[in-house]
């Protein structure tokens, strides 16, 4: 008995220890105006040993903390965060006053600002409109979201990179966007971000918006912001998925059978004999599209996520992995991503805080060729005969062209099931497919590291000083492995051969910025931001192959394992370093939230340009007039508000090599010296300098209007004209100067365009719906070329290089070119009468069956000269449609 209650007597008295070490607050937490409770407000209990919890409570609250409790930390969406010293209250009371939403602040560019007073034309996608969306790479995640962007997938392989064009194409040079990730300016593409990592994307597209950016704004900037951790406790989030791809379609071809036929015809139609006596032997034949697609490609992916933090620090960590297979070349076609992330804050003190944000990723791929008129397996496979089987027969092996003099070929290509076909009736690049694919083993990886290191110090009340350093160290390549083989007479390879090739890349920015607000009788509003930043980017290259290997194995394949010296070849280099220092600052002002205005100034210097025009200046200036603030605008549930903006400014395009201001002299150059005329290798001058080369212009106007209607509607109208001066071309010189012309700044370009987005949003008893759309027009305008021929050539196909695009005064850029079609001939008698002004037949030499074509030029004859522009590549109209719905948890 006494030693039951001696256990009684410790649990009391530990219970009791417990109790008293806790204490009970209650009160209420209302809105500062109205006085409404506010239901699902948040509590950070902050403990004198500087830890804490975070507690959610309703508007009448009930709190039991630690007995060591110092202060409450009260924070609620939309509301400013309210900090209260305990003191020994047990009754505190607080009222939140409104602030401004998380949700409604906006990248701008070396800080935020809330959309109420953005001036110019920017748009957001939130992280959390990504997170149920299956997507590879962060460039899918803008696609159909925004108007006035559009993003075309490079190819269907596995990983592709995407084209991205801001308000259409600015320059012949390049008109890439400039990607910016926590505050680092990215270069080679973005494939490193694991897309379930990220904040918010913003997409800078109006040169006002993008001057901040300077030289390098003028095709637009795309922010990219990664998540950060907010105190509490720790989230674990696990996220995973795995589907199948398929193709979607097969383009409708001939069979053995129809491809007989038509083969027939044309040797009747020819006047020569029959090739197929008996075209229905061949039947259906071999369907090579369905020879090369993979029909059950797997994509998958798994991401884990760990955050949280307490009022001194907060953290975000992620790691994924992410792998996708090729529709196209089964086994040949692969793309793999390892992704890992940590974001952290450090409160220091009142003043002082400081953070890192570094990520790591690893990529590695493997791919075929993609679709072109050549070497590639679709293009293969739409353009091989369907006589041809995939597997050739015992007999077949016993003849040409599997066999010479009656010995097999060794180097057929074959798997398990046989020696691949061979096909007697087209040659060059028309090839087994399959065949084709199987001797391919490559491989091309990735590692990248980007990292941030900031600081930020407040001075006094709202003067914050800040610096960041920003590093992008990535290294790549790749390397490959041919066996020996034999596809047809054109399409061989008597020994084996491997090649690699590794390069390195460095960039580091430094960004240093000085900002302040300050508030005039509560009405005027004020915010400096000025800044420097300097960056530099340098790397290096290695590549080599090599001929003969004594293995069949890819495994085996390197290039000091090959055997063959004389084959050898070794090339390397050092990237010429690229740098650009800045100086930069902003002005924004905000009359009583109705009159609001921004101001920028930017100056660059670019190591690309000569000391002539080292450096560039780049100014904008955008005015916003938020209506629905005016005392006289009616109060209604029609038009909720209504916002006018804008903008002029202007942008840079330092896109030039960075010796191309200069004269240079190239290697490898082949001359005959001396009495015998010996071969002997030299130099020679390749290029004239232009010491006045400098940046590409991008001048934009902007007109815009942002309106909330009927409380769950908004609609966005954009005007722009965009003109592009300066460009770069190289006008032509006399030939006997005997090198490349100097690039000079020369040619013109206009865009005129109008973006139209449009969304709703609303919640029915849990149900929520959101339906976005948008519409974007835009017509593009070669204005100057600056040579006397007033284009320049583009593309080319084939063997004999057709021109099939050109660049041209007056018509869009890139335009198609080609003849224009009037149809087919049928017989002689149209042959005849297709005659020009003169009567005089156009196209003589045309036989029934051949394409007719019109004398575009009105010169009375058919010649070189009536290729005409025949299409435009760039879409004139643009849209985008997405629906988000979700009940209870549940989500479409």
């Known amino acids: 008995m006494e ?31 109205t006085g409404e409770a506010l239901i699902g407000a948040s509590v950070f209990v902050k403990t004198s040993e500087d830890g804490g919890t975070m507690t959610n409570i309703d508007g009448n609250y009930s709190l039991t903390v630690p007995e060591n409790a110092t202060t409450l930390s009260f924070t609620y969406t939309g509301y400013a965060d309210e900090d209260i010293q305990i003191n020994g209250q047990k009754v505190i009371n607080v009222q939140m006053k409104e602030g401004i939403k998380t949700d409604e602040l906006i990248v701008v560019g070396y800080g935020v600002q809330d959309k109420a007073s953005v001036t110019g034309s920017i748009t957001q996608v939130k992280g959390e409109d990504l997170e149920d969306m299956q997507i590879g790479r962060v460039e899918q995640a803008l696609q159909g979201r925004t108007s006035g962007v559009r993003i075309t997938q490079g190819s269907g392989a596995p990983g592709a990179g995407s084209v991205i064009r801001i308000r259409g194409t600015s320059s012949i040079n390049g008109s890439n966007p400039l990607f910016v990730v926590d505050g680092v300016v990215i270069g080679g593409g973005i494939d ?61 071809l001939l069979n053995g059978r129809e491809y007989a036929i038509i083969q027939n015809e044309m040797a009747a139609a020819a006047g020569q004999s029959l090739r197929f006596p008996n075209p229905d032997q061949y039947g259906e034949g071999t369907d090579w599209q369905d020879e090369v697609f ?8 798994n991401e884990l996520s760990i955050s949280g933090g307490s009022d001194k620090m907060t953290y975000y960590s992620s790691v994924s992995y992410f792998q996708q297979e090729g529709i196209v070349a089964q086994g040949k076609s692969s793309y793999e991503r390892l992704s890992a992330r940590l974001n952290t804050e450090s409160q220091v003190n009142d003043n002082l805080k400081f953070g890192i944000n570094f990520a790591y990723t690893h990529n590695e791929s493997r791919g075929v060729a993609d679709n072109t008129e050549f070497g590639s397996p679709l293009g293969r496979a739409l353009n091989i005969d369907p006589i041809t089987s995939l597997y050739a027969t015992e007999a077949d092996l016993l003849n040409a062209p599997y066999s010479v003099n009656g010995e097999q070929r060794p180097d057929l290509v074959q798997d398990e099931n046989g020696v691949y076909g061979i096909s007697p009736y087209v040659t060059s690049e028309i090839v087994n497919p399959v065949a084709a694919s199987e001797i391919i083993h490559n491989k091309g990886w990735a590692d990248k590291f980007v990292s941030t290191i900031y600081g930020e110090y407040e001075l006094m009340k709202d003067l914050k000083v800040r610096s960041s350093f920003g590093a992008d160290f990535a290294f790549w390549g790749g390397n490959g492995f041919t066996p020996a083989y034999y596809l047809n007479t054109t399409n061989l390879q008597d020994t084996n051969s491997v090649y690699v090739n590794i390069n390195q890349g460095f960039t580091w920015i430094w960004d240093n910025t000085i900002s302040y607000k300050f508030d005039i009788q509560d009405k005027h509003r004020f915010t400096a931001l000025v800044g420097h930043s300097a960056q530099t980017t340098n790397g290096n290259y290695l590549n080599g192959s090599k001929r003969d290997i004594p293995s069949t194995d890819p495994a085996d394949a390197t290039i000091d394992y090959a055997r063959n010296e004389d084959s050898e070849q070794v090339g390397g280099g050092i990237w010429e370093r690229y740098a650009i220092e800045s100086y930069f600052s902003r002005l924004t002002y905000n009359y009583d939230g109705k009159y609001l205005l921004t101001a920028i100034m930017r100056a660059d210097a670019s190591s690309n340009f000569g000391t002539n025009y080292r450096w560039g200046y780049f100014p904008s200036v955008s005015v916003g007039w938020n209506a629905h603030e005016e005392d006289f605008w009616p109060q209604n549930d029609m038009v909720n508000s209504a916002k006018i903006r804008g903008g002029w400014g202007r942008n840079g395009n330092d896109a030039a090599s960075s010796l191309e201001y200069v004269s240079t ?3 490898n150059q082949s001359y005959t010296f001396g009495s015998g005329e010996r071969l002997t290798n030299g130099t020679a001058p390749s290029q004239i300098s232009n010491p006045d080369l400098r940046w590409e212009t991008v001048e934009q106007i902007n007109i815009g209007i942002d309106l909330s209607l009927f409380k769950n509607y908004t609609l966005t109208l954009d005007y722009f004209i965009q003109n592009t001066y300066d460009m770069k071309t190289r006008p032509p010189l006399p030939a006997y100067i005997g090198n490349n012309s100097p690039t000079a700044n020369v040619g013109d370009m206009k865009n005129v365009g109008l973006d139209i987005e449009a969304g709703y949003s609303k919640d029915f008893n849990g149900f929520n719906v959101s339906v976005n759309g948008n519409v974007s027009y835009i017509k593009n305008e070669v204005v100057k070329i600056g040579n006397d021929a007033g284009f320049v050539s583009g593309a080319r196909w ?29 017989n002689q008698a149209e042959i005849a009468a297709h005659t020009g002004s003169d009567g005089t037949p156009l196209q003589p030499n045309a036989v029934p069956g051949d394409l007719k074509f019109g004398d575009a030029n009105g010169e009375g004859v058919f010649k070189e000269d009536d290729r005409t522009m025949i299409g435009d590549p760039t879409p004139t109209w643009t849209y985008g449609f997405t629906i988000d719905l979700a009940y209870k948890g549940i989500d479409l």
Do not use: C
């Not at 007597?9 to 417990?18: C, E, N, Q």
């Not at 509490?232 to 383009?251: D, E, F, R, T």
């Not at 993979?294 to 992916?301: F, L």
């Open 3 to 33: 030693k039951k209650y001696l256990l009684t007597l410790l649990a009391v008295l530990i219970w009791s220890g417990f109790a008293f070490s806790q204490k009970t607050i209650t009160g209420k937490v209302t809105d500062a105006t």
């Open 192 to 252: 490193f971000l694991n897309p379930n990592d990220i904040e918010s994307i913003e997409v800078l597209k109006d040169a006002a918006s993008a001057a901040i950016y300077g030289a390098r704004g003028a095709n637009g900037v795309i922010i990219v912001t990664t998540k950060s951790g907010k105190k509490g406790s720790s989230i674990v989030n696990y996220n995973a998925y795995y589907g199948i791809q398929s193709p979607w379609k097969k383009l409708p």
């Open 294 to 301: 993979n029909y059950n490609a797997p994509i998958k992916s």
């Open 665 to 667: 002299i190239s290697g």
């Open 798 to 826: 084939g063997t004999q290089g057709i021109e099939i695009t050109r660049i041209t005064e007056g018509l869009p850029i890139g335009h198609l070119y080609g003849y224009v079609s009037d149809g087919v001939f049928q």
